[in-house]
């Protein structure tokens, strides 16, 4: 911004999506998503997919994103893990059909960082796009709930 004109091009971000819980890495405590459960079991916040549904993938996320000149790739880095020995996090990200997905490390009970891309070069620009993130039980199980704790989504 000059005093009159904003200009645009200048010093622009390439944050597309970011949200942050928290969680405590020693005590993996954490307030669930109320819709999920109401009991809150300690000062830390994250979205949670029940054990009971986690054996195929739930939408915890839904946006929208406009395709613009200049993003191709979509580099995704969050924390996942679950609540059971033996089982995997799965986090999945859709933008417009396009679409990749990430398992972090079995038997992970507490958050774990995780990374992937997903190629949007492919779609139109100036189209507005839904953006789904989603979690899963990696193997399909249904015995232990699945956790994201952060989510960002950097644009290149």
């Known amino acids: ?21 928290g969680h405590d890495n020693a005590n993996n405590q954490r307030v ?19 054990a009971a549904q986690a054996g195929a993938y739930v939408t915890v996320i839904k946006t929208k994103w406009t395709k613009t000149s ?16 033996s089982r995997t996090a799965n986090l999945k990200v859709d933008i417009g059909g396009q679409n990749s997905n990430v398992s972090g490390t079995a038997n992970q009970t507490t958050p774990e960082d995780v990374s992937f891309t997903v190629d ?15 979690l899963k039980e990696a193997a399909g199980n249904t015995d232990a ?8 989504a950097l644009g290149s």
């Open 1 to 21: 911004y000059d005093g009159t004109v904003w200009e645009s091009s200048v010093n622009l971000s390439n944050v597309l999506l970011e949200w942050h819980g």
């Open 32 to 50: 669930s998503n109320a819709s999920l459960t109401a009991t809150p079991t300690g000062a830390y916040y994250y979205i949670g997919v029940p």
């Open 70 to 85: 200049g993003v191709g790739t979509w580099t995704i880095k969050g924390k996942i893990w679950g609540s059971g020995a």
């Open 120 to 134: 949007v070069s492919s779609l139109a620009l100036n189209t507005v796009y839904d953006v789904i993130v989603q």
């Open 145 to 152: 709930a699945i956790y994201l704790g952060d989510i960002i």
